[in-house]
């Protein structure tokens, strides 16, 4: 009973001490700046930015905030009216690239970043145009917008400095003109570049390491000394999944080397005398016969001529057919041929036939040493 209490006391012990591994590793995994992505195929995205409902606050920068659509696309938010889909980010150059959506609504807006963390300096003043031409090669090098063109018309967008109003053909209308965040030399119809400057995390990628919020500076963001994806959240949970689980086990081992101490006291109390018990030595296996008893088997020449009470004409050993003046051993009893050779050192080893597994120790029939000499088998 007292053993059984034992037992009962270290199970609670142990579920105790995993519900408190459980709680410690979900508190770090909080605490924990993962990278997240909407699905695999899309940005990874880590700080500055974050995903709403999957990363914490802290884990990006205030005005950085992406979410996931309907389909899994990551999106950004500029405005309360507009939001667009998120590329690709360049981290080292601090460069966030989203669709430039001017074909979703079939119309054009006006593209503003006011009131938002990113830079103005890579804004670019471009005019749409509404043509009516066949010869589309005048309108170079603007470029055209299918997805708003039709057959009748076409809806062209190119820099504002290189298209003045006096040379523009008279059958184009100017539809708008906005000022848009183009990377040099980039493409207005496939993405546009939005760039930040604070905070600044270009030395930390270069150096490898991640960047993220100074705890002790408020808003102020730097280095963190660890590879991107790794926090001291991390290393904490680490140690915790390391240091418990072992403290666990060297808690359990010392309790349980104290039990078996205290049965064996009780025991040895209760007049159990362990130098009594006495061992009893086993004889040595035996592997196989002794050379005396393997001469006795009676032992034979075959002829050509010869016929093997069983049939026999191969050696079920070495699987050779048996030749003239070879000398062969029988076994008692089941009266099996094999070569000397062969039937020698098979019961040296064992002590069964090879054939029936019959042990010629069992047989009764005692073979006299005139037996042993060497004979001929009947061909009669």
């Known amino acids: 009973m007292e053993k059984e209490r034992h037992i009962l006391r270290l199970i609670f012990f142990f579920s105790c001490c995993c519900f408190l591994l459980r709680c410690t590793s979900a508190a770090a995994a909080d ?6 992505a909407c699905r695999p195929t899309e940005p990874t995205i880590r700080f500055p930015f974050r995903i709403i409902d999957q990363q914490p606050s802290r884990c990006g920068f205030p005005g950085f905030n992406l979410s996931c659509d309907e389909l899994n696309r990551t999106i950004i938010r500029l405005s309360p009216s507009s939001s667009y889909i998120v590329n690709r980010i360049d981290y080292l150059s601090q460069a966030i690239y989203i669709d430039s959506d001017f074909c979703r609504l079939n119309e054009i807006n006006s593209f503003n970043v006011a009131n938002t963390p990113f830079d103005f300096s890579s804004q670019r003043s471009y005019t749409f145009y509404n043509c009516s031409l066949r010869d589309l090669g005048i309108m170079y090098p603007a470029v055209q917008f299918a ?18 109003p006096g040379y523009m053909p008279s059958n184009c209308q100017v539809l708008n003109t906005l000022e848009v965040p183009v990377r040099l030399n980039g493409d207005i119809r496939s993405e546009l570049e939005l760039r930040w400057l604070i905070p600044s995390c270009r030395s930390c990628e270069m150096e490898g390491k991640a960047c993220g919020m100074k705890y002790d500076n408020g808003q102020a963001a730097g280095c963190l000394g660890s590879s991107p994806g790794s926090s001291n959240g991390a290393k904490y949970g680490l140690g915790l999944g390391i240091g418990v689980p072992t403290s666990i086990g060297l808690i359990g081992l010392i309790y349980y080397v104290a039990s078996r101490a205290r049965d064996h006291n009780e025991t040895h109390h209760q007049g159990t005398d362990f130098l009594s018990v006495v061992i009893i030595p086993q004889p040595p296996s035996r592997t196989g016969l002794d050379r005396s ?14 016929r ?18 070879e000398s062969l051993r029988t076994i008692p009893e089941c009266n099996h041929y094999f070569h000397v050779d062969c039937i020698d050192e098979w019961l040296k080893l064992n002590t069964t036939c090879p054939v029936c597994r019959n042990s010629p120790e069992s047989s009764s029939l005692i073979i006299s040493r005139s037996a042993m000499s060497t004979t001929s088998i009947d061909t009669s």
């Open 308 to 325: 093997l009470p069983n049939d026999d004409s191969t050696c079920a050993i070495c699987l050779s057919d048996y030749k003239p003046k």
């Open 147 to 164: 997805c708003l063109s039709s057959a009748n018309h076409s809806v062209f967008a190119g820099q504002t400095e290189f298209f003045r």
């Open 31 to 36: 605490d924990n700046c993962q990278p997240a």
């Open 293 to 306: 008893t393997i001469e006795s088997y009676q032992k034979a020449i075959f002829e050509e001529s010869s």
